[in-house]
């Protein structure tokens, strides 16, 4: 990989916000996947730190290299923790990319919230810490979650699914591709189809 931020200067907007997004995904997922690898954690959540500090900047001044380069190693640390596992945004992700053709990274940003929300049981505490990390005042859940979805909509993110031209009618031919997905298995909350169908049904109609 050539990671030199000069090369992504072109990048439109709408991409570079959705592949920082991308790139937060797969911190984020790393952060929330069950298991012991304080490695990755750590790794994780300086990338996530990264992304905070730089994606707004990134989307809307292309010629900021600085703000580039910090997403550079969002996603690199991204790619690096995430050998701890991914979850249920790229388990529903993949299947709507393989099927509509929406931009993986979109999709995961999409889906990101409603995800966070269905794993809240399992990942409020991580969550917390995550927001006192990134220095959001009062940390929590909460917090976080309101972090994500003011992120997002700086970045002009789309807030549900059918913005995409995904439609209930496709539920039945996702949640199945998507329980089988690699990814599904390290999601922090067990997944099988009808809590998958339950999620792209959320998803699509915007009820977070």
């Given at each position: 990989v050539?990671?030199?931020?000069q090369l992504t200067v072109g990048l439109p907007p709408h991409l570079t916000a959705?592949?920082?997004m991308d790139a937060l995904s797969h911190n984020l997922e790393a952060l929330c996947a069950p298991g012991f690898h304080p490695m990755a954690d750590g790794i994780a959540v300086e990338g996530i730190r990264r992304v905070h500090r730089s994606l707004r900047r990134a989307t809307a001044e292309g010629t900021d290299l600085a703000a580039r380069a910090d997403m550079m190693v969002?996603?690199?640390m991204g790619a690096t923790a995430f050998q701890k596992g991914l979850g249920a945004m790229h388990a529903l992700s993949h299947p709507v990319g393989a099927v509509v053709g929406s931009h993986h990274g979109l999709l995961n940003a999409v889906v990101m919230?409603?995800?966070?929300v269905?794993?809240?049981?399992?990942?409020?505490d991580r969550m917390t810490d995550?927001?006192?990390a990134l220095d959001l005042p009062n940390p929590s859940f909460d917090t976080l979650l309101s972090w994500v979805l003011s992120l997002r909509e700086d970045l002009g993110i789309p807030h549900q699914l059918s913005a995409l031209n995904v439609g209930e009618e496709l539920v039945d031919q996702l949640a199945p591709m998507a329980a089988v997905d690699a990814t599904a298995a390290t999601n922090?909350?067990?997944l099988d189809v009808a809590n998958l169908s339950a999620l792209y049904r959320q998803?699509?109609?915007?009820?977070l």
């Open positions: 050539i990671a030199d931020p959705a592949v920082g969002a996603s690199t919230p409603y995800v966070l269905f794993n809240r049981h399992a990942i409020a995550l927001a006192r922090p909350v067990a998803a699509i109609r915007g009820s």
